[in-house]
């Protein structure tokens, strides 16, 4: 009965992470002594900010702990709803606003309301792999159309065309894009969008990173594409990862399905992150966030310069987010081997390609400026002298 | 591209509740200035206890905001082993608790890793309704079948051998159960894992409201089925319903499947929350819940009289739970409508049997004890000047 060579197919198509193994490897190492240099994960190093850490406090000090409804509280999606408006001049009304246990949870949402059992979702790789695994939960299929960096590892209204089959039946792009950092242009959503349009798609986009932009200022597609679904959270740029709280921007007439399964499989989101929240979009909050968004700019501008120095190549800088994704091809044709190998040597993390699809996956590792600058220059200095070694 | 109709189809299986739409009305008429007396809600009126808003404040104070592991921090993890070891005896690995957003992301866990599309889950009717769509998502069905108040509304070894078929996976039972408040004996418990063992399923047992035990002290299926799988929360008995945090107890050897599909579908549970679970089995939070425990006594020794004498039928009185389960073929056949008239002329709501299930249900209520006895008595009293006008 308690066989798990009985567990369910799909439990066994997903696949862990690679970096778990190193991860725990990393952990060991620490636990040793040993000063790792934690450039694999995929969380900023800042705590969250004072004014939701304050507004989560005084949530709980009021008692206010029980449900909220099933896609959030009025006012926090009205608060997102203004935010559009504010930030990017999109008007939205909110019942197009879908919170959920984190950006995860909205997507599994999304998945769960719009994916057949056998449909396809097209997927850039290299790309955030689980969006694979939601797909697959579902009886559903992640459709990985290799991207290069030509293309700025970006899927193209070309891709779309050529790849297109009958059984697609939405597109995720990410922008900025983990692991590659790239964004989309607002002329590129516009093409992606009408090209989705055409071949009778739905354009979904995970805006995640948004606010993590270091070339030019962040943007929605939103702005272009009205019927688009949006992917986002608070976790990123608002420094809220352990809070779990994302939210879905729906088209008009999609919030009843949402609705109906979020109150069966999550009940509702969060309460004291939700209070939380509410503060997130305020002045005092974004100066602090500006701060540190100008902090990550510091580190990413260090930091592709000097793994090119080193002899990896960064054919596209990121332009947002938190990594730096590199092609280590001069080094390896095993990315997991490499990166465990520069772990054990040098004791500075890093992520095998292998993590984020197939596609050049074994000669390219991805880097995360989640450490402080010195940190950073130290892990440089570490490579350095251990890359010519091998 | 944005049109609804496309939904997928099992968002258009996932129904609504239909106490939602009594909600929005009585919210309305509560807007409006009347005084309505909430008995349809599935949640306890008491906030979280003292010493979890304390840890809760704590963990924010200390910057603990980060994403813990994907089943949950160790010393949790550890924590709820040890109150299966200091309550019942029970003795387990904490590899085998996995935490989750809430016991619905537990569920959600457990039927994603065991079933295959097309099996059937087993379940009572009456019961909670989610648990069949948790099923459906996955493209498997929940198999419900009529269980009369003779047996306690609940499953018994026969309904498994007479019913089970060639795609039967798994039972699901609830102890206490919702909506009928009915326990499960350590005996009947015995007998339900040896008959679905001998049909070679699995044993399934929501224990979201242990320790509302009313007539008995609280027990758990693992002290008599160690490879049961047991589904618990800290919403109900601990009072943490909005802070979204529940676990399942998982046989040896299923650690990994659970692990790979938390790690893609939710990442983490909430971090602050689960700082204050840590202190949810303390002395000082077992003595407030007890106090809890006692007054929710109180209240359903009162309610349940009172609604027999109004002319309601309670076969079974309820044994845990917030709930009783009664019999309005009296006064309707129809327990929508007479939920709403109720609403509409004495401002009293309660929620209509269409929600747990099909059988007897448009002939059965359910009355929540969530609000203070007064309140009961009030409760009592407008439909007590009501039915006879019916």
Redesign the interface.
Known sequence: ????T???????A????QV?ALLSEAQQRQANGQDVIHLEVG?PDF??PEPM?EA??QA??E??????PALGMPELRERIARYYEEGFGVSLSPRRIALA??A??AL?LLT??????QDQLMLADPGY??NR??AR???AHGQLVPCSAEQAWQLTPDDLRTQWAETTKAVLVASPANPTGTVLTAAQLTALHQQ??QL????WVDEIYQGLNYSSEAHTVLSVAD?AVVLNSFSKYF??????LGWAVI????E??F???A???????????QHAAMVAFEPDTLAILEQRREILRQRRDYLVPALRELGFGVPVSPDGGLYVYADASRFTSDSLAFCLQALEETDVAFTPGLDFGDYLANTHVRFAFTEELPRLEQAIERLSAWLPRL
């Open positions: 009965m308690a066989n798990p009985f567990a369910s197919d799909r439990a066994d997903v696949k862990p992470f778990m969380e705590p969250t850490i989560g406090m709980l000090r008692r206010k702990t029980r449900y909220t246990p984190g995860s949870g599994l769960a309301a719009r994916l057949n059992p792999p689980c695994y939601f939960v579902f009886e989705t349009r009778g798609g739905e354009l019927d420094g809220m990862t352990g809070w779990r088209p008009e007439g999609w009843s399905a609705e109906r399964l109150q069966n499989l999550f009940l509702a989101p969060s309460t004291p992150a």
